[in-house]
């Protein structure tokens, strides 16, 4: 868990900078971008961390009226990279999956209101992450797979509560089990998003 320190030390500006992450607080508005365009936003251990720390921090700073969570270029995020180039030597991925939860569960727990604005891809923890804001706004060009079930791993991230509490059990069982992609109309005809609008 990360140290925040108190308001009068600044909150959230005592977050040290993470690659692949942005944040930005402007006018009572926190902007926090995965930055990794280059892998459709995939999400490495430090990314996960940062992605905590910044909701945790934010959680303990007046200055947050409402957050942003969003990802930069062509996705929003294609999910965890669990690769050697993404993960580091030495990495377990049991490690990968405690920290999505944390990163979910910042969010989840954040007591103010988080709103997820999600373009094309949006892949296995990257689902759960925005089915863990408030508000999913979505382009019509966004999908959202839960593609575990590909490469032998159980939705992480908090992914089988959050998807079954949106579209119910028999839908988010269908849609994990057999990896099966849900365009932004169809996620948001089956209620699993808030809305969606033109790419533009």
Known sequence: MVWCMTIAESGLDAL??????????????????????????????KVLDGLADAFECAAADPRVRVVRLGGTGRGFSSGAGIGAAETGDGHEPVETLLQANRASKAIINL?????????????GVGVSLALACDL?????????????????L?????ASALVAASIGRARAMKMALLAERLSAAEAYAAGLISAVHPAE
């Open 16 to 45: 040290a900078p993470v690659d692949g992450l942005l944040v930005d607080l402007s006018d009572g508005v926190l902007s926090v971008t995965i930055d990794r365009p280059e892998s459709l936003n995939s999400l490495t251990p």
């Open 154 to 158: 159980m939705p992480d991230g908090g």
């Open 111 to 123: 007591p103010r209101p988080v709103v997820a604005v999600v373009q094309g891809p949006t892949a």
């Open 136 to 152: 999913v706004i979505a382009s019509e060009k966004a999908f959202f797979l839960l593609a575990f079930t590909k490469i032998g």
